[in-house]
């Protein structure tokens, strides 16, 4: 079974993120980057799946040049290939942008199921897997928490308010994964050494038939206006438990009238 | 004449969702609030909606919306924005109502923002407010292009009002499409939720992995239950099988909004901040003196809360009697 993984590469997580005010854009250039944790359970689920049914594991992602390390990272922890859509062009895409172009880079492999995060752990909009299941005209299945394949069947428990809702599908289908989904893998110096050989191809986006005004800044149907920080909120009160830390907090509510 | 808002209804426990009537609130501030209600539901639903400030329901309740995946709601949300061109349409940002969002999205080429806090409108163009990052920075973004303008509204975010309308419903009809039924809810399991539920929660004791283990959460419940409050966790005591989803409080679990929310062995990472730092009066305890939450805490202790609160707990014992 083919699987596509969708997987952004973000500020890595020691990384304050700064905008830059001019282009209102998180600053990326520069800045250590890495496999983005909630991608990283995505990939994870990839190669269990493909360890039970065989198959493929092909990590794309559309991102900077500094991209690469997440990509390494997820082929030392075993996936066969990687995609990376490295332009001009596509930088400043919103969400609908980004889907645009991963689903035509979904497009030139074949596939069985696509796996997405949820939601990615930078700008968490959540919205990206669904539209690229609406491109790709597969169902999608978000929010996964047990991922289950039997011939071209899937089933996944969808975490619910109340508990989870078990939902089967037929594939080809997308399915994003909520991050408790499981524990990824570290990579293994072998799989560190073999991931130096591994493919990785670069797409531009005329590459992937997408023409300047779908994509990028141009267009973007979300254009940000304004980027600045909240109000602070005023410093509080810190105080060290000298034995007495229960009673403070007592104090304290006391003072703020809940008691 | 007013612009046109449209709230997506999301039912929640087998009642409109609360999310559901704070959006009717500010969809009725904003312009003429109405309301799309698919799926079999209870049947003071479309009043509770018309109660909350919908002036109009687009209402039907085929099964076919509750037991397959997103395709056939989308299928005829896309249908009626159409037919009846709103100005805005608004969703819970839950996951349901991303699902929902981004294949409009995708499928009408137009925009959709999610975790909207605030939005204004004039003259067509909306401009939506977004504590973006854990809330460390707060945008402002507009949608282009003549397409819907799709907000994907952050829970907690309008304080739903009583705003009387007459009930007039619209029954639309079910897509008869058997392409859209792919993905098919096979059953619904419910797990056991115990105590008072963090909705409407005046008061949240919230415990994460400094708790140590399930056993532990006993005293944040007689904590919560002294202060007339209920408990929550973060994910890390989720993911840990200590407590319930149901209780998970963050980027992927509720927003909560609580006068008081009392943070016990939790660190305060950003996707747990952007789920309860606007509650009012925040106090936590914890042992590590740099724990980011301390600098969102009103009140902070440095400590074992293996201590501080069996402490707190038989001092509001004692003030309680007093
Ligand atoms: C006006 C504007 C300009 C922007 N400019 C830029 C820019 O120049 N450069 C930039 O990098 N971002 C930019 N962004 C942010 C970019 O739009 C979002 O990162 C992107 O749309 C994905 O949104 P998200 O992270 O919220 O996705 P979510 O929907 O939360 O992501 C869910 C999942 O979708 C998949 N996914 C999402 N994005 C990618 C990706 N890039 N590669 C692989 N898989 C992915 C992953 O599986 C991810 O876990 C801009 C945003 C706006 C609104
Ligand atoms: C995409 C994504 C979504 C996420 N969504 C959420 C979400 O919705 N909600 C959420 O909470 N997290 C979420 N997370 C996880 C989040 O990043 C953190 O991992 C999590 O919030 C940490 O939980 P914690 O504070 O309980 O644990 P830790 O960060 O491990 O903190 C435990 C704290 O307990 C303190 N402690 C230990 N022992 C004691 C003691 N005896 N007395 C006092 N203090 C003690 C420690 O000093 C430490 O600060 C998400 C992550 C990702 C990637």
Redesign the interface.
């Known amino acids: 079974m083919n699987i596509v993984v969708c997987g952004k590469v973000i500020p890595a997580s020691t990384v304050t993120?700064e905008?830059d005010p001019a282009t209102?854009r998180m600053v990326r250039k520069g800045v250590a980057h890495e496999l983005d944790p909630a991608a990283a359970c995505a990939v994870e689920e990839g190669l269990r799946l493909v360890e039970k049914h065989g198959g493929t594991v092909t990590l794309i992602t559309m991102g900077i040049a500094d991209a690469t390390i997440g990509i390494r990272n997820a082929l030392a922890m075993g996936a066969t290939s990687a995609v990376h859509i490295l332009d001009d062009a596509v930088a400043g895409s919103?969400?609908?942008g980004t889907?645009k172009v991963l689903a035509a880079a979904i497009k030139k492999q074949p596939f069985d199921l696509v796996l997405c995060a949820?939601?990615s752990?930078?700008?968490?909009?959540?919205?990206?897997?669904?539209?690229?299941?609406?491109?790709l005209g597969?169902?999608?299945?978000?929010?996964a928490k047990e991922i289950a394949v039997e011939g071209d069947r899937i089933?996944i428990k969808?975490?619910?308010?109340?508990?989870?809702?078990?939902?089967?599908?037929?594939l080809p289908?997308l399915v994003a994964v909520?991050?408790?989904i499981n524990e990824p893998r570290y990579p293994q110096l072998k799989g560190i050494m073999a991931a130096k050989k591994k493919e990785i191809k670069v797409y531009t986006a005329a590459d992937l038939g997408l023409s300047p005004d779908q994509v990028g800044e141009k267009g973007?149907?979300?254009?940000?206006?304004?980027?600045?920080?909240?109000p602070k909120?005023?410093?509080?009160?810190?105080?060290?438990?000298e034995?007495?830390?229960?009673?403070?907090?007592?104090d304290?509510?006391?003072e703020?009238k809940?008691? | 004449m007013a612009d046109v808002i449209w709230v997506y209804a999301e039912l929640s426990d087998e009642r409109v969702s609360p999310t559901t009537l704070e959006m009717l609130a500010k969809a009725a501030e904003t312009g003429k609030a109405e309301a799309i209600l698919l799926g079999p539901a209870p049947d003071d639903a479309p009043a509770t909606l018309a109660k909350y400030g919908a002036s109009k329901i687009y209402r039907c309740a085929d099964p076919v919306y509750r037991d397959y995946l997103t395709l056939p709601a989308a299928q005829t949300v896309a249908e009626l924005i159409e037919k009846h061109r709103p100005a805005v349409v608004l969703f819970a940002s839950s996951y349901g109502g991303r699902d929902l969002a981004a294949n409009l999205s995708a499928r009408l080429d137009c925009g959709a923002i999610s975790d909207v806090g605030d939005f204004t409108l004039k003259d067509g163009s909306v401009e939506a407010t977004i504590p973006a990052l854990g809330a460390s920075y707060l945008n402002t973004s507009t949608l282009v292009g003549s397409g819907p303008k799709l907000l994907l509204v952050r829970p907690k975010s309008f304080e739903p009002k009583v705003n009387e309308q007459p009930l007039v419903i619209e029954e639309v009809a079910a897509p008869a499409d058997a392409s859209l039924r792919k993905a098919r809810v096979k059953e619904r399991v419910a797990v056991r939720r115990e105590g008072p539920q963090l909705d409407g929660a005046k008061t949240i004791v919230s415990g994460g992995r400094g708790l140590k283990g399930e056993e532990n959460f006993a005293m944040l419940r007689e904590l919560a239950e002294l202060l007339g409050g209920a408990v929550g966790a973060t994910r890390a005591a989720v993911d840990a099988g200590w407590v319930p989803y149901a209780m998970q409080i963050g980027q992927t679990g509720k927003t909560v909004k609580p006068d008081l929310y009392i943070a016990c062995g939790i660190s305060g990472a950003v996707q747990h901040l952007s789920g309860m730092k606007t509650s009012k009066y925040i106090v936590s305890i914890n042992k590590d003196p740099d724990a980011p939450i301390f600098q969102y805490s009103d009140f902070g202790v440095v400590g074992d809360l293996f201590k501080v609160v069996p402490q707190l707990i038989e001092e509001l014992k004692k003030r309680k009697g007093a």
């Open positions: 993120i905008i209102k919103d969400t609908l889907a949820t939601e752990s930078d700008s968490y909009s959540g919205i990206v897997p669904g539209q690229i299941a609406f491109l597969v169902p999608p299945l978000s929010f089933t969808r975490q619910s308010e109340s508990g989870f809702d078990v939902v089967e599908s037929t289908a909520s991050s408790g973007a149907k979300e254009k940000v206006l304004t980027i600045g920080r909240p909120r005023q410093a509080g009160k810190i105080v060290t438990d034995g007495d830390g229960g009673r403070q907090i007592a304290f509510l006391a703020i809940v008691i």
